[in-house]
């Protein structure tokens, strides 16, 4: 991987290199052209003879003949040339297309004008009514899409075939992927998505907090597990899964974030409690399972919304079910929020040393961001190796502009003091002023 950027390099260089070998070529082949021509016309020139008129008149004549006819040659020449650079022209179009070098505006148009169908239409661009322009700053309306999309054209045009008004493909797994190579947000679609068969009402709140949702209430396409029973149970059996054991709500869900261990572990209450009561009332949760955290805030009158990913789980529909919000974005997603708003947000075992310092510095400032003034941010288990808590980490996140209400190191043992496995839990807190 370190490779690939050098790699990469030395393929636009010799993209380059012979470009501007074609070019040169263009270029020596006009000049030979050209050489020819006045060689030729040259060697051509009329010996005229004054003192003999019909002669003369002959060789007018001919010279005349010799002179279309050369017309003749430098057109049809003209015409060759012409048809060889166009041809030379789409060719270092193709190159600089297969290397990546584009002028942005062009590839912009050119990516949009080779679509068509149903993403076409969903890509855009929209004209809009004369009237709404001044509003909106433009005249034409692009859906949304995130920007990778682009690279993904075969991907997309799949995930776009289908009929308008019927159902959709059963395709959650796909249209996932696609979401997490950068393809966020997908384009909207014109079609059903699959309904799950015999689908009842709902579990009346606030029982639905922690009642495990009928089976019937989701389709099951998209995972291993074809009922809640197996999501249950497969916290105790092997495998691994992310947030193996979060659809047990009698299990470890059950006691979450109720006790202070002082340390890694900090409680809601706890955490609560720092502020003046009732002053937090709106939140995130970024990458929350199950939303077990939701829920405990929501027994407290704190709404939370919760993002997460259907790895290997219906995680969305079971937050759903159980009365609370789910919001189906990736960690790359800038936060939907505005500047300022929200009063929480919390974080577990999700931020950590897997992703690129550069993206959870952004990560960082967007979570600052969307928190009001005095809003908190809870880190919870951020994982990363001993040696890079202080030299990478503290770091980074002393720079963000948090100020520091509660910062704990712990070492993480189940697989051995050897392994310099680290978490650390934070409260930080957003300065008033
Ligand atoms: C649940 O699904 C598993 C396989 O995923 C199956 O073995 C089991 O019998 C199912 N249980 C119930 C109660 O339907
Ligand atoms: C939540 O709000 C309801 C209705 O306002 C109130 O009756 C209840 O006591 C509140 N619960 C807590 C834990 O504050």
Redesign the pocket.
Known sequence: MEDHPRRHGQQQQSAIGSKLKILLLVISTNIVSIYLFSASSLESAPRIHLWDSEALLRELSSTRHKLSASEKQLADLHRRLSTSNTLLEALLDELGKAHGDKTPPEDLDGWQNVLSGELKLAVGPHKLPLGFTANLGTDELYPTLGSPCRRFQAELTEYMSYEVGKDCPSDDIFAQRLMLKGCEPLPRRRCHPKSPDGYVEPTPFPASLWTIPP?TSIVWDAYS???Y??LVHRGKAKGSYDCKDCFDLNGREKVRWLGDNGNLDFGIDSVLGTKPPGTVRIGLDIGGGTATFAARMRERNITIVTSTMNFDGPFNSFIASRGLVPMHISIAHRLPFFDNTLDIVHSMHVLSNWIPDIVLEFALYDIYRVLRPGGLFWLDHFFCLGTQMNTRYLPIFSSIGFKKLRWNTARKLDRGIEMDEWYMSALLEKPMT
């Open positions: 089976d597990c074809k009922n029973s197996c």
